[in-house]
């Protein structure tokens, strides 16, 4: 039956009396037979049964479409807000002072260091984001950007408060932790070692040197303390390297600061006759780096006896000679480079 015979038939029935004008016909047993005759469907209906199946498959389709749904597509949400910002960050990673996702890049930083649950990877953190300072300074210099001075300045000073941070949390292990601050100053050792050696490279970078130089030298305290403290291999191995580096660079410090008095006096053997100022300065820069061959052997003998401490003192002694030195030799070649 069609739509339109079935409307055609309802408008027939309508006035019956039977029916009574409404469509409530279960009221009249007669008149609800004839029409479902005509309609071609059962008169003896019954009340709908349902079984738990049924139940439990309508219970499934709501959570599915009313709760999952939603919940489905917030989540998706949040994917997508989550994927956004991990591409950010990692986007940000090449970023340097003055470039759009240089915020970015240090927000990131910051959050790893709130999430970190000990001052042992609190360090490790700061010294690994030290090293990414200068790695923008290097960045910025071998650039064309604009204000390269001023950006150079910003992750220096960036540099320096993450050395500054490193030894903090240095400090606060000695004291929280004294076990794990040897192991912790080797890798904040290492890691300075490194910084020199970047810095050496990079002349922008110069003025991050003595940051540098007084973590390391904090490092190698704290290695000292902890070998005091409790004797073991590595910590002795790692002072023995120390020794040697630090004594391989006075002697290279040495070196270069004998060549440079060198060429000065190369320079004043020209005049008629050498002023007497000039003379006393040559003298005690040149008695300032020769006079540690005895100092640097005492060292090195009391290192073989375990005096860890005293060693390091003695080379802290020297290192302060020849800086002098190097000081009283810059200001010979500044002077007679403009006065002769």
């Given at each position: 039956?069609?739509?339109?015979?079935?409307?055609?038939?309802?408008?027939?029935?309508?006035?019956?009396?039977?029916?009574?004008?409404v469509?409530?016909?279960?009221?009249?047993?007669?008149?609800?037979?004839?029409?479902?005759?005509?309609?071609?469907?059962?008169?003896?209906l019954?009340?709908?049964?349902?079984?738990?199946?049924?139940?439990?498959?309508?219970?499934?389709?709501?959570?599915?479409?009313?709760?999952?749904?939603?919940?489905?597509?917030?989540?998706?949400?949040?994917?997508?807000?989550?994927?956004?910002?991990?591409?950010?960050v990692n986007?940000?990673?090449?970023?340097?002072?003055?470039?759009?996702?240089?915020?970015?890049?240090?927000?990131?930083?910051?959050?790893?260091?709130?999430?970190?649950?000990?001052?042992?990877?609190?360090?490790?953190?700061?010294?690994?984001?030290?090293?990414?300072?200068?790695?923008?300074?290097?960045?910025?210099?071998?650039?064309?950007?604009?204000?390269?001075?001023?950006?150079?300045?910003?992750?220096?000073?960036g540099?320096?408060?993450?050395?500054?941070?490193?030894?903090?949390e240095?400090?606060?292990?000695?004291?929280?932790?004294?076990?794990?601050?040897?192991?912790?100053?080797?890798?904040?050792?290492?890691?300075?070692?490194?910084?020199?050696?970047?810095?050496?490279?990079?002349?922008?970078?110069?003025?991050?040197?003595?940051?540098?130089?007084?973590?390391?030298?904090?490092?190698?305290?704290?290695?000292?303390?902890?070998n005091?403290?409790?004797?073991?291999?590595?910590?002795?191995?790692?002072?023995?390297?120390?020794?040697?580096?630090?004594?391989?660079?006075?002697?290279?410090?040495i070196?270069?600061?004998?060549?440079?008095?060198?060429?000065?006096?190369?320079?004043?053997?020209?005049?008629?006759?050498?002023d007497?100022?000039?003379?006393?300065?040559?003298?005690?820069?040149?008695?300032?780096?020769?006079?540690?061959?005895?100092?640097?052997?005492?060292?090195?003998?009391?290192?073989v006896?375990?005096?860890?401490?005293?060693?390091?003192?003695?080379?802290?002694?020297?290192?302060?000679?020849?800086?002098?030195?190097?000081?009283?030799?810059?200001?010979?070649?500044?002077?007679?480079?403009?006065?002769?």
């Amino acid at each position: 039956m069609t739509n339109n015979e079935l409307i055609a038939m309802l408008r027939k029935h309508k006035d019956a009396p039977e029916m009574g004008g409404v469509v409530g016909v279960s009221h009249d047993d007669a008149a609800w037979a004839r029409l479902s005759s005509e309609i071609g469907i059962d008169a003896k209906l019954e009340r709908a049964t349902y079984s738990i199946g049924d139940y439990l498959q309508y219970l499934n389709y709501q959570f599915s479409h009313v709760l999952l749904k939603p919940m489905s597509v917030g989540f998706a949400a949040l994917l997508l807000v989550f994927g956004s910002w991990v591409t950010t960050v990692n986007a940000s990673f090449d970023s340097v002072p003055g470039d759009v996702l240089y915020p970015v890049k240090l927000a990131s930083e910051r959050v790893q260091i709130t999430l970190s649950t000990s001052g042992e990877q609190r360090a490790k953190l700061h010294a690994e984001f030290a090293g990414r300072r200068l790695d923008e300074v290097n960045a910025i210099t071998s650039s064309d950007a604009e204000n390269k001075d001023e950006k150079v300045q910003i992750a220096v000073d960036g540099f320096k408060k993450e050395i500054a941070s490193v030894n903090d949390e240095l400090m606060n292990v000695q004291i929280s932790n004294p076990g794990q601050a040897g192991a912790l100053a080797i890798i904040v050792d290492q890691k300075t070692d490194e910084y020199e050696s970047s810095i050496a490279q990079s002349e922008p970078a110069a003025a991050a040197l003595v940051t540098a130089q007084e973590s390391n030298a904090l490092a190698v305290d704290a290695i000292v303390a902890s070998n005091e403290a409790n004797e073991q291999p590595r910590t002795s191995e790692s002072l023995q390297q120390n020794f040697q580096a630090e004594v391989s660079s006075l002697n290279a410090r040495i070196a270069l600061s004998l060549g440079r008095l060198s060429v000065i006096e190369s320079v004043l053997a020209k005049k008629t006759t050498i002023d007497a100022t000039y003379a006393a300065r040559i003298k005690e820069a040149r008695s300032g780096v020769t006079a540690h061959g005895d100092a640097i052997q005492k060292a090195s003998s009391v290192l073989v006896a375990g005096g860890y401490r005293k060693t390091f003192e003695l080379l802290a002694g020297i290192d302060a000679d020849v800086a002098h030195s190097e000081d009283l030799i810059t200001e010979l070649e500044i002077d007679i480079t403009t006065g002769v």
